[in-house]
């Protein structure tokens, strides 16, 4: 796979990176200073109101295209501005049915209105339980997880790497990340034990190069895909 990255054309070309690390250092080498900078622009603090829609972001997100979930996420909040309550679960059903991306549409989505109308009621109820209160980032994670209903372990860290991306340590791990660092793509789910081995060599490349995890993880994740999105 060959992806422009540089602004000034310089490309790299990824070819079994898994086997070679320095493809992966030359990538991030290329768009350090890019990916740094647009996860700063986007972390706008960990507020209860930012916290509240990074998870029902997070749950809009899960096995869907990256356009289509921010499409269904700004019909949502506008829904929510202008009545001040998400919608009945018909109506939210339909409202993420109708969101369609350039890259897909929204899946599960009669299994989401349910999350999230449940998430919302438990935040209604006690939003304790799903804010940081101290915690470090993966006690955060398990702790969104555990919450959380439709959240597994990638798209609770994916909550959590949202709320904080600039200086987060945690970051999500799928398929595409998987096959970057392994060679192969995954069958089944990824093994907890994997995906936190993976997880950490992607902190450590980040470390190298003075990225949060995420934001490492983001940068690899487009390169990955063939793209460079910031």
Not at 212 to 217: D, G, I, K, N, R
Request: aromatic share 10%; with cysteine; hydrophobic share 40%.
């Amino acid at each position: 796979m060959a992806i422009q990255l540089g602004l000034d054309g310089a490309s790299v070309r990824l070819v079994d990176a898994h086997k070679d690390p320095d493809q992966l250092r030359a990538v991030l080498a290329l768009t350090r200073d890019r990916y740094d900078s647009y996860v700063r622009s986007i972390d706008v603090g960990e507020s209860d109101k930012a916290t509240y829609w990074r998870i029902v972001f997070s749950i809009l997100s899960v096995h869907s295209p990256l356009d289509a979930t921010f499409e269904a996420y700004r019909a949502l909040r506008v829904w929510r501005a202008r009545y001040n309550r998400i919608p009945s679960q018909r109506k939210l059903g339909t409202l993420l049915l109708l969101a369609r991306g350039n890259d897909g549409v929204i899946q599960y989505t009669n299994q989401k209105a349910i999350y999230i109308r449940e998430f919302d009621a438990k935040w209604t109820a006690d939003k304790e339980q799903f804010l940081r209160n101290g915690d470090s980032d993966s006690e955060w994670r398990a702790r969104i997880q555990r919450n959380v209903k439709g959240l597994g372990l990638a798209k609770a860290s994916f909550a959590v790497a949202l709320a904080n991306p600039a200086t987060s340590d945690v970051c999500c791990i799928d398929t595409h990340m998987y096959q970057l660092f392994t060679g192969i793509v995954p069958k089944s789910s990824i093994k907890p034990s994997v995906y936190l081995a993976l997880e950490n060599a992607i902190r450590e490349l980040g470390k190298e190069f003075g990225l949060s995890t995420f934001a490492t993880q983001w940068c690899l994740w487009d390169a990955q895909r063939g793209q460079s999105n910031p």
